[in-house]
T-cell receptor, first 111, second 111 residues
Framework: SQQGEEDPQALSIQEGENATMNCSYK?????LQWYRQNSGRGLVHLIL?????REKHSGRLRVTLDTSKKSSSLLITASRAADTASYFC???????????FGAGTRLTVKP | DTAVSQTPKYLVTQMGNDKSIKCEQN?????MYWYKQDSKKFLKIMFS???????INETVPNRFSPKSPDKAHLNLHINSLELGDSAVYFC??????????FGEGSWLTVV
């Protein structure tokens, strides 16, 4: 069954603005990851946050995790047209061999 | 070098046919996956193998049969193809830090 659910389904912003995407999940996790998918391509790993972490940064990306609310957010600062893609969260539950994804947030950054 | 490679990239076939998609990873990972992405971009896990052993078999019709001859390969064979099987199929492998590495996808169209 689906684990992560991203919100919103679609997001359109202007270049230079910040983009925030949210993810909710249902069961306990060891870690939560965010991936990016360009149109017609495979998914690429962006960042991983472990269940005992609350915030993590990587370049223009900031991820937060609230295990009490079973939710995470991905913030992309100073967005660029090249950030246009779909963004997915993935959780592992109790089994590292069971990575579950949601339907993704489709981000469009207009130049 | 491509980390996770899958072939073919595009496949158009008639209903009722049998087809296979091959996947190979050169990352030395123990875990490999097959995911199906439908037209709404929802990414659903189908199978997970760890060191050639089937770990996860989601509610997938038994027309779909994965085969792992060794831990670097996980092939997907589909019998009696149906229109609803049209989707993008992604092979992936799992790393020691839980990151998943995806292939570029195989676009299957059943006509």
């Amino acid at each position: 069954s689906q684990q992560g659910e991203e919100d919103p389904q679609a997001l359109s912003i202007q270049e230079g603005e910040n983009a925030t995407m949210n993810c909710s999940y249902k069961t306990s996790i060891n870690n939560l990851q965010w991936y990016r998918q360009n149109s017609g391509r495979g998914l690429v790993h962006l960042i991983l946050i472990r269940s005992n972490e609350r915030e993590k940064h990587s370049g223009r990306l900031r991820v937060t995790l609230d295990t009490s609310k079973k939710s995470s957010s991905l913030l992309i600062t100073a967005s660029r047209a090249a950030d246009t893609a779909s963004y997915f969260c993935a959780t592992d539950g109790d089994n590292n061999n069971d990575m579950r994804f949601g339907a993704g947030t489709r981000l469009t950054v207009k130049p | 070098d491509t980390a996770v490679s899958q072939t073919p990239k595009y496949l158009v076939t008639q209903m009722g046919n049998d087809k296979s998609i091959k996947c190979e990873q050169n990352l030395g990972h123990d875990t490999m996956y097959w995911y199906k992405q439908d037209s709404k971009k929802f990414l659903k896990i189908m199978f997970s193998y760890n060191n050639k052993e089937l770990i996860i078999n989601e509610t997938v019709p038994n027309r779909f049969s994965p085969k792992s001859p060794d831990k670097a390969h996980l092939n997907l064979h589909i019998n009696s193809l149906e229109l609803g099987d049209s989707a993008v199929y992604f092979c992936a492998s799992g790393g020691a830090l839980d990151t998943i590495y995806f292939g570029e996808g195989s676009w299957l169209t059943v006509v």
